[in-house]
């Protein structure tokens, strides 16, 4: 291992370590709860020090990624941080601008290393998720999906209410069985009453059917490429190191943080709208 890598494991492993105490004080692993998102600025030193720029091996470069490669050292590829900064103000404005539109995007991230900060990410700005596996038919067959999504809402509601009392001591055991199972799978997505405007994707390779699905509904794709990808399917790629935590946290931080954005120009234009509405009223 270089000198280099051993930085970067380093890096990760402290931010880790911080993630985890942060986490034992909530009881949940939530990287976001307390990120100072106000704060939080498109810089470049940031992204050394969490190694955004580290790539995969030479060896396992797709050349449609050479445009955002800076160039080798000691085998592995360094990303070009300059075309990263651009990447994701691109996408950034993008998310900013569809958000404040009232529309949702998705997350999506399926790999281990990634799971929590997508769910932590995403139910930090109010976003729905897939952190399970893409269930085939998501984009596809939207009205299957919305079915079981609709029951699980429909379940969760009636075991609040108590409905299922009536029921043998079986029945209720079956019945919540049964929707602790569509909420492990399904959870993330159970109030997303439509097809999203777009969707945020953490790794290409791992989560290609949600990619498939989202082109052959036209929903626009916003996602993480590093290396060893093919770039050519996303219409916002973001160029940067997809496998440390440290840097996933820093660049997932920007897209939670244009949503927020997003959300917060939405409600200044309906509040804004609801004035003028009243002001309109009053004069006649």
């Known amino acids: 291992m270089t000198e280099e890598q051993k930085t970067a494991v380093a890096q990760e492993v402290a931010v880790e ?9 909530t009881g949940s692993e939530d990287y976001f709860a307390g990120f100072d998102f106000a704060n939080l600025a498109v810089d470049m030193n940031m992204m050394l020090k969490a190694g955004v720029h580290f790539g995969h091996q030479k ?9 955002y490669i800076f160039g080798t050292r000691n085998g592995v590829n360094i990303i070009d941080l300059q075309k990263t900064v651009s990447k994701l103000g691109e996408a950034v404005k993008f998310i900013e601008k569809t958000v404040s539109e009232g529309q949702e995007i998705l997350f999506v991230g399926t790999k ?20 399970d596996r893409w269930l085939g038919g998501t984009f596809t067959n ?13 379940g969760e509601e009636k075991t609040k209410r108590g409905d299922y009392d009536k029921y043998t001591k079986f029945e209720q055991m079956k019945i919540a069985e049964e929707l602790e199972r569509l909420e492990r799978r399904m959870g993330g997505i159970k109030n997303m009453l439509k097809l999203p405007a777009a969707i945020f994707v953490t790794g290409v390779i791992e989560d290609d059917l949600a990619i498939k699905e989202a082109i052959k509904r036209n929903i626009p794709i916003v996602a993480f490429v590093d290396t060893n990808v093919d770039p ?4 916002y790629p973001i160029p940067t190191n997809e496998d440390a935590v440290s840097a996933l946290r820093l660049m997932m931080a920007h897209i939670v943080k244009a949503v927020l954005s997003g959300k917060e120009k ?12 009243v002001k309109t009223e009053s004069k006649n």
């Open 17 to 25: 370590a911080g993630a985890k105490e942060s986490a034992s004080k």
């Open 59 to 67: 060896s396992r470069r797709n050349p449609k990624m050479d445009e």
């Open 112 to 131: 281990k290393q990634v799971k929590k900060l997508v769910e932590s990410g995403a139910k930090r700005c109010g976003a729905p998720y897939v952190i």
């Open 142 to 154: 939207f009205s299957a999906i919305s079915s079981r999504t609709r029951f699980l809402r429909d």
């Open 232 to 235: 050519s399917m996303i219409d």
């Open 266 to 277: 939405a409600m200044a234009l309906k509040n804004s709208a609801a004035v003028a509405a």
